[in-house]
């Protein structure tokens, strides 16, 4: 499949399929949006058959480029996943304390794990710094699926509009087409009859007076 007419459309393509959330790559990508919309109108775009077509061609493309499977991704992550702080300490005979170990001490998975060592003068490790492990496991439960979405515990404080449409992004086309049908024959099925009575609202009462009884 040849590059999108669209530049801009082509734009989101390629962020899309570089793992970039669709509400950034559809502002990266130029359209317009407030940032509440950004997102449904990222996830529409995401699947028009044409946009969602190379999308997928150049997931594949970079799959290929890179010579990377999710099962080598999965390897580099698991060190910091596992990280156990204990295993780069060892009993220091003379002070009878603990030390941390040295550097050629260390197995390659524990060195996977580590993001920066600072060194004292005589070689020693002054500072070590681990991966964030929260990020290693949350990046690891994407991989397999069992989080759909970064956010998705955020989903909670958002109303439903918002819950509705992260919902449906996470849809396939014919899902989210489906979806939006039924809500549509809901509405209309549920929509209240027009009423000529004009409701009567109670007067605001007054709070910068005080109230007599």
Known sequence: MARLRNPRR????????AMVPVDRAYLMA???SKPQWARPNGSKLA????????????????????????????SCLLPAAEVNPLDYFEPDPATKKVRLKEPGALTR??????????????????????HSKPEAVNTLMRSIGAIADANVNNEVHLDLSARLDRAIARLSPDDTQLVL????????????????VAEHKPEPVPTDRPMRF
């Not at 058959?49 to 799959?63: M, S």
């Not at 920066?116 to 710094?129: F, N």
């Not at 809500?183 to 209240?192: D, G, K, R, Y």
Request: proline share 4%; hydrophobic share 40%.
């Open 181 to 196: 049908e039924a809500l549509n024959t809901i509405s209309s099925e549920a929509a209240p009859e027009p009423s000529h």
């Open 47 to 74: 699947h028009v058959p044409v946009v969602a077509k190379r999308i997928e061609e150049l997931r594949d493309e970079f799959r290929a480029s890179c010579a990377l499977s999710v099962e080598y991704l999965q």
């Open 10 to 17: 082509e734009r989101f393509a390629v962020e899309v399929a």
């Open 109 to 130: 998975e524990q060195g996977m794990a580590i993001s920066s060592i600072k060194l004292s003068e005589d070689g020693s490790i002054a500072e070590l710094k681990w």
């Open 30 to 32: 130029g359209f317009r």
